[in-house]
T-cell receptor, first 110, second 116 residues
């Protein structure tokens, strides 16, 4: 089965700096890579995703890159704001089933 | 659409009692997933259904856990008997029929279970 590893487990940045979270996966057949944001006490919500036929996708301050050869993908948040503080989960998917990483707790220090 | 609906939102019970968690997926979605979230183990997939049929239940921890989906709009996750180590947040998620080959999962608000 698929194995997704996520690093770092915790990340603190100053407001305005960039944050990068990295994930690796093992199943070369995985073709969909969503990122979820979970605020304290709330449900995970999709913030951005990338398909296997694309190398990079950007949505305002958030971008995701995918390297299929190396089987890794990353989330980049620029100009971080305090409201970006949350736990971020990556996932890899082939078909219906998602395999989630263990999460990164991001703290943006004002 | 109201999104995925779960009940109860919070459940406190005593060890040995039966617990039933409920989920109503988004109308039109045909895949439903039950996850358990703890600090130690993160988000774990317990079981998922496609068109009301259980597809993969390899994540169900043991026989004390069972899940059903009697129709397209309702699913239950039952724990009997419950144990303190079952304390966690249980999420239900649903996804629509395949659009191409990719499916976003929409999460419910979760049920926070505490077993004393």
């Amino acid at each position: 089965g698929e194995n997704v590893e996520q690093h770092p487990s915790t990340l603190s940045v100053q407001e305005g700096d960039s944050a990068v979270i990295k994930c690796t996966y093992s199943d070369s057949a995985s073709n969909y890579f969503p990122w979820y944001k979970q605020e304290l006490g709330k449900r995970p919500q999709l913030i951005i995703d990338i398909r296997s036929n694309v190398g990079e996708k950007k949505d305002q301050r958030i971008a995701v890159t995918l390297n299929k050869t190396a089987k890794h993908f990353s989330l980049h948040i620029t100009e971080t704001q305090p409201e970006d503080s949350a736990v971020y989960f990556c996932a890899a998917s082939r078909g219906n089933q998602f395999y989630f990483g263990t999460g990164t707790s991001l703290t943006v220090i004002p | 659409d109201a999104g995925v609906i779960q009940s109860p939102r919070h459940e406190v019970t005593e060890m040995g009692q039966e617990v039933t968690l409920r989920c109503k997926p988004i109308s039109g979605h045909n895949s439903l997933f039950w996850y358990r979230q703890t600090m130690m183990r993160g988000l774990e997939l317990l079981i998922y259904f496609n068109n009301n049929v259980p597809i993969d239940d390899s994540g169900m921890p043991e026989d004390r856990f069972s899940a059903k989906m009697p129709n397209a709009s309702f699913s239950t996750l039952k724990i009997q008997p419950s144990e303190p180590r079952d304390s966690a947040v249980y999420f239900c998620a649903s996804s629509p029929p395949n659009r191409g080959r990719y499916n976003e999962q929409f999460f419910g608000p979760g049920t926070r279970l505490t077993v004393l």
